[in-house]
């Protein structure tokens, strides 16, 4: 900081100027801090190729634990007049899109990753959309 201090400051305001050019020297300044930093820092850390090779990681993926059992594979589709349907949990939330609604659909044997939006046409399931829409009661579909 500049020896005017804080008083001085108080009393007169800086004109823009002033003030660009105050902060351009602090910008310099700073600029010379960091190149001395990484020169320090450059000095104080070996190369890559003075080092030894580093140790293979220890880290192994968890099959399976007491706290997070397997989970079986996801059960498989049905057929529905010659079409593959696919259980729903829940239904999550509701959007609109276009003239049409989609609802965000839970799975049933898959995780939360696998959650997607799907039309209202393809939720074969009217119990869970009246379920949904009785927790919901401020969205109706179209």
């Given at each position: 900081?500049?020896?005017?201090?804080?008083?001085?400051?108080?009393?007169?305001?800086?004109?823009?100027?002033?003030?660009?050019?105050?902060?351009?020297?602090?910008?310099?300044?700073?600029?010379?801090?960091?190149?001395?930093?990484?020169?320090?820092?450059?000095?104080?850390?070996?190369?890559?190729?003075?080092?030894p090779p580093a140790a293979p990681p220890q880290?192994?993926?968890?099959?399976?634990?007491?706290?997070?059992?397997?989970?079986?594979?996801?059960?498989?589709?049905?057929?529905?007049?010659?079409?593959?349907?696919?259980?729903?949990?829940?239904?999550?939330?509701?959007?609109?899109?276009?003239?049409?609604?989609?609802?965000?659909?839970?799975?049933?044997?898959?995780?939360?990753?696998?959650?997607?939006?799907?039309?209202?046409?393809?939720?074969?399931?009217?119990?869970?959309?009246?379920?949904?829409?009785?927790?919901?009661?401020?969205?109706s579909p179209a």
């Open positions: 900081m500049d020896s005017a201090g804080p008083a001085s400051a108080a009393t007169a305001p800086m004109s823009l100027e002033e003030l660009l050019h105050r902060h351009e020297q602090m910008l310099v300044k700073l600029s010379g801090d960091v190149a001395s930093l990484t020169q320090a820092f450059a000095q104080r850390i070996p190369l890559a190729e003075d080092q880290v192994k993926p968890v099959l399976s634990s007491p706290l997070c059992p397997p989970s079986g594979p996801p059960p498989p589709a049905r057929l529905v007049d010659g079409q593959e349907v696919f259980n729903i949990t829940r239904i999550m939330d509701s959007r609109r899109r276009g003239r049409g609604v989609q609802y965000l659909v839970d799975w049933e044997g898959y995780g939360p990753e696998e959650r997607s939006w799907v039309p209202r046409s393809a939720v074969l399931a009217p119990g869970l959309l009246r379920e949904f829409h009785r927790r919901h009661p401020g969205f």
